[in-house]
């Protein structure tokens, strides 16, 4: 399981589709940086999922 880097609020875009969050049904507010060695990766959750937002990026 990776932890996040970093933690970023989401900025929201005009004409940009509502992005949802990776672990529930609500819209993403934050996102979550991964480095994994040889890139970074963003995955983008929740206020409440951030907290606990880890990825087992092997099994994807
Ligand atoms: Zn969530």
Redesign the pocket.
Known sequence: MQKPIEIRPLKPKRNMIRQ???????E?TKEAVFDLENFVAVRR??????ETAKVDFAEA
């Open positions: 949802y969050c990776e672990e529930c049904e609500e993403a959750f929740c206020g409440r999922c951030v």
